[in-house]
């Protein structure tokens, strides 16, 4: 649990055409501003503004969208405001910690090696610098599930694939320049494939469809391929194998 | 009940409600009819709720067996419709038995019709919607444009008595040069003569067209000159005007959540029907107006569609 510290300079207001209003906390990358934009997530789920229908939370900001037959982006503006004077009271509770297994190297982390390479390091200590952070979830966002994850090692800074993969496969952990991500679901992609995992980080029928939510902690767990193999199994994603 | 087996697909026909809302947090796009307004239409028209599920038909339409009674309506672009051989108007209900054969031909004017059956198309709700998000294999028919051999069902529902037409005033019109209204924004003030190009040029729709969104190609929109070349990523809403280093912009759309270039205006809710029925090759300009001017034309467009709802229920 923690309070979120006050600051004395207030959002900016943007205009996101006219169901949509933008409130930005800074213009960085930076846990402080999330957990401001964290806070306010929080505050618009206890006292949803009347006409507010939906917010989505970024790494520095959260869009408000609203029906304009209820309201208007002045009111929600007003609305916000009001709940922001809550903030210095608001206890923000600990963030989830979710662990996700993943199996590094070979077929199922084609480009270890590369980014191995490409960093002087060899693929082991790739593997350990990987798993050391507890990295902060900051969006969800690209395919449905996508965690967009923030404290990647500086030694492990690498660049895109030149050419994007047509088909990325489900689980897929991958590096761009300064991100890690996970691919949830098949898609197209360009990020640098050092692992996969064997959780099923998307599925539309459970009560909860995606494992984790923005502002969550995310760690990543080594396993060995036979793991991987038992836990795809179990998971029902070794089809995607 | 069993309503059609499908005979030819068409190019690109998937099912489609008004969109799957309150999921964009978690990275799911709301999906949806790109013509929201045609959709409601065709919906009101077959005697349902505005939000039933019903046939989004790009450009080529499909060739259908019917295989149980109903009632429908084809509403959006102008295609050539027949129902065993016998040509049918569009923005009118009509009647189906078991044995009919209709066959949608290709878009002439617009790109995008709708077709709605009473009871609405009966596919299970994924999240709250039925509506198709392809690039995940979700909702819909089995998350994926119709195919030769699919069978759809309908949802419970008496037909009405009698077929009901819309009244010609509200039938929107189809035009190959369409301006699109939009409030600047979230992120003009990275611009300087960017706005005022934006604004006064004409755009051409190109082939990189589709539900994600719009690129368009035509007078260069540049960055001021101290603004980043790209922001950082937040999630998109539809309409957002996107432009990337190039200059070239990019209408967002329902298949998009998120997007790392800053957007310079967003194309007011109640225009993203007219980007649905534009082509490649089509001329698209934009029109600068205030919030207070969208949210009249947003309230509007709620009046024509209640107009609609009350000549169908005196037809």
């Known amino acids: 649990m923690k309070r979120v510290p006050w600051t004395e300079k207030g959002p900016v207001f943007r205009l996101a055409g006219d169901r949509g209003l933008l409130i930005e906390f800074g213009d960085a990358i930076d846990p402080e501003i999330n957990d401001r934009v964290r806070a306010l997530a929080r505050l618009l789920e206890k006292e949803t503004p009347e006409g507010v229908a939906e917010w989505i939370a970024t790494y520095r900001s959260l869009i408000v969208v609203y029906d304009p037959l209820q309201t208007g982006a002045d009111r929600v503006k007003e609305a916000v405001l009001r709940l922001l004077l809550k903030m210095p009271d608001l206890v923000l509770p600990a963030p989830e910690t979710v662990m996700i297994p993943v199996c590094y190297g070979g077929e199922l982390g084609p480009d270890l090696k590369f980014v191995a390479e490409h960093n002087g390091l060899d693929p082991a200590e790739v593997m350990k610098l990987h798993c050391e952070p507890v990295y902060r979830i900051y969006m969800l966002g690209f395919t449905p599930g996508f965690p967009f994850l923030g404290g990647l090692s500086e030694r492990l800074v690498t660049p895109r694939l030149t050419s994007p993969r047509l088909s990325v496969p489900a689980g897929s952990v991958g590096i761009a320049n300064d991100q890690t991500g996970i691919y949830p679901i098949a898609s197209p992609g360009g990020w640098r494939l050092i692992g996969r995992t064997p959780l099923r980080l998307f599925d539309p029928g459970r009560a909860n469809p995606v494992l984790f939510k923005a502002g969550d902690l995310l760690k990543f767990v080594p396993i060995p391929r036979d793991e991987f193999d038992r836990l795809a199994v179990r998971e029902g994603s070794h089809g995607d194998v | ?268 809710s109640s225009d993203i029907s007219q980007v649905a029925q534009a082509k490649p090759g089509d001329s698209i300009r934009f029109e600068r107006i205030t919030l207070q001017e969208a949210h009249r034309i947003y309230r509007d467009r709620k009046r024509l569609l209640d107009r609609l709802r009350e000549a169908v229920l005196s037809a």
């Not at chain 2, 599920?53 to 450009?59: Q, R």
């Not at chain 2, 040509?87 to 019709?113: E, H, N, V």
């Not at chain 2, 299970?124 to 979700?138: D, E, I």
């Open chain 2, 1 to 268: 009940m069993e309503m059609f087996r499908v005979l030819r697909p068409g190019s690109s026909t998937t099912v489609q409600d008004r969109g799957r809302f309150g999921y964009q947090h978690l990275g799911v796009p709301p999906a949806g009819a790109l013509d929201d307004f045609s959709f409601q239409a065709a919906n009101l028209l077959a005697g349902n709720g505005e939000n039933e599920a019903a046939l989004e038909i790009t450009f080529q339409g499909p060739t259908l067996e019917v295989l149980g009674e109903g009632y429908a309506a084809l509403t959006g672009a102008e295609m050539d419709v027949a129902l065993n051989g016998l040509a049918l108007p569009c923005w009118r209900s009509f009647r189906i038995k078991p044995g009919d054969r209709l066959k949608i031909g290709r878009a002439r004017r617009g790109l995008r019709a709708y077709l709605a059956v009473k009871g609405g198309i009966d596919v299970p709700l994924v999240m709250g919607s039925r509506s198709t998000y392809t690039a995940a294999s979700l909702g819909g028919f089995r998350g994926r444009p119709l195919a030769a051999g699919d069978v759809l069902f309908r949802g419970e529902g008496r037909s009405p008595a009698k077929t009901a037409a819309c009244p010609v005033d509200l039938i929107p019109p189809l035009p190959g040069e369409i301006t699109l209204r939009a409030i600047p924004g979230p992120q003009d003030d990275l611009f300087e003569e960017g706005l005022d190009i934006l604004f006064s040029s004409a755009y051409e729709v190109t082939p990189e067209a589709n539900r994600m969104g719009y690129r368009l190609l035509g007078e260069k929109v540049p960055l001021a000159h101290q603004a980043p070349r790209s922001i950082i990523s937040e999630p998109s809403l539809p309409g957002g005007v996107q432009i990337p280093p190039g200059g070239n912009p990019i209408i967002l759309l329902l298949e998009q959540t998120v997007g790392g270039y800053a957007k310079i205006a967003t194309v007011i």
